[in-house]
Structures are given as structure tokens and as C-alpha cells.
């Protein structure tokens, strides 16, 4: 029952999005055509009613640089904002919690990312993201892997805990995966924090394929 239309101005390359319900991949026409669509596209508004986007429907939008997003926003879906080259930036400054799903922003443009308290990011949503130097996690975090230029990456000061328990002798999850600049993890100044580890067993690594991490 989605009522989504949709309006682009080609000589500012501005593509608004008013109504209610999701965006999905198909509202940029044929196959045959999209490209040349996606092509004049440099920034997306989506106005108040809309919730989520679907999978794909802004991957690899060559100069796509900005969205905005309503305040009321739930849902990123998969490589909903892949290989979007041209897009440097992101905010995520919603009032709801929003859910940003795997590969969301996979090999895009990004250069900075801070992630808020009320956004939640499964694994691998920035993997490949060659450009990205910087990633700071405010409550959960996901995964990173095959960042190139990745130096730093910040953990939720609420941070207590990484992996099942600190009885267990199950090892973390992975926290970055072959970013081969990255040199500083930074945690938060609480007490203590349980169950870091290095292994190899089947649940990962802390660091894997990190060869100039100097700082923890």
C-alpha cells in the first residue's frame, strides 16, 4: 500500500521522495534505462511518511553526494547505498532507532563515519569503503573489512564486553578484517572490559590481517 511518488530536478540534480512507505529499486524505470537515470542523480530528500529504502535502490549511483533523510526514519536495507563512489558523507541524525542492514554502504565513497547511540549496524556495512579513514561506534558495532585507507576505529563508550561471556573461552567476534593501515582501536575509559582475546578458533579474530596496528 506504499503511495510513493517521486520528482527530479535535472538541471540541479536533486531527487525528492514524498508519500509513505518504502523505496524500492524499481521506481528508476527499466533495466535498460537506469542508467542514464542514476547518472544526473547528486542528491536524494526523502520528506516525513517515508521509512525505509529496500535493497539496491541507490547502489552504485556514480554522483550520488548527499541524502537527507526524515527525522522519523527506520530502515537502511542492503547495499541500499553500495558503490556509491561520489558520496563522501552520511548523516544519520534520525530520532527513532534506525537499523542500517549488511553492505549498506559497501565500497562507497565514505570518508568519516560516526555512528549514533540509536543506530544500529549489522556486520559488513562498510566493507570495501576505500576512502574511509575514520569510524566511531557510539553504542553497537559491526565488522569492518577491506578498508584501505582506514586508520582509526572508536568503540561505544558503553562498551563492557566483546563476545559471549568472559567465562567462556569462545573468542571474540572480529572487529576489523584486512584494513592494512589501520593503527589505532581506541576504547572507552571504563573499568575494565572482558573477554578480548586473539585466536583463530571458528568465531574469529580481534584483529585480523592488521599488520600496522600499533595502539589499542
Not at 92 to 118: D, H, M, Q, T, W
Not at 149 to 166: Q, R, Y
Request: charged letters at 25%.
Amino acid at each position: 500500500e506504499d503511495t510513493i511518488e517521486y520528482n527530479f530536478n535535472e538541471a540541479t540534480g536533486v531527487l525528492v521522495f514524498r508519500g509513505e512507505g518504502e523505496i524500492y529499486q524499481d521506481y528508476f524505470g527499466t533495466p535498460e534505462n537506469r542508467d542514464e537515470i542514476t547518472a544526473k542523480i547528486k542528491t536524494v530528500i526523502i520528506e516525513d511518511g517515508i521509512k525505509s529504502i529496500g535493497r539496491y535502490v541507490f547502489s552504485d549511483f556514480p554522483v550520488l553526494e548527499n541524502v537527507v533523510l526524515p527525522f522519523e526514519f527506520e530502515k537502511i536495507d542492503e547495499h541500499a547505498f553500495a558503490y556509491c563512489k561520489s558520496m563522501k558523507k552520511f548523516n544519520f541524525n534520525v530520532s527513532e532507532y534506525l537499523s542500517v542492514r549488511p553492505y549498506a554502504f559497501k565500497g562507497s565513497g565514505l570518508e568519516y563515519v560516526n555512528i549514533p547511540s540509536n543506530v544500529g549496524v549489522y556486520g559488513h556495512v562498510f566493507d570495501d569503503c576505500d576512502s574511509l579513514k575514520k569510524i566511531v561506534f557510539n553504542a553497537g558495532w559491526c565488522i569492518v573489512s577491506d578498508c584501505d585507507s582506514l586508520t582509526e576505529i572508536v568503540m561505544p563508550a558503553d562498551i563492557h564486553e566483546l563476545g559471549s561471556t568472559a567465562e567462556t573461552e569462545e573468542p571474540i567476534c572480529t572487529i576489523a578484517r584486512n584494513c592494512k593501515n589501520l593503527r589505532t582501536i581506541t576504547f572507552p575509559a571504563v573499568e575494565e572490559i572482558n573477554n578480548i582475546k586473539v585466536s583463530t578458533a571458528n568465531y574469529g579474530m580481534f584483529v585480523e590481517d592488521g599488520p600496522n596496528l600499533k595502539t589499542i
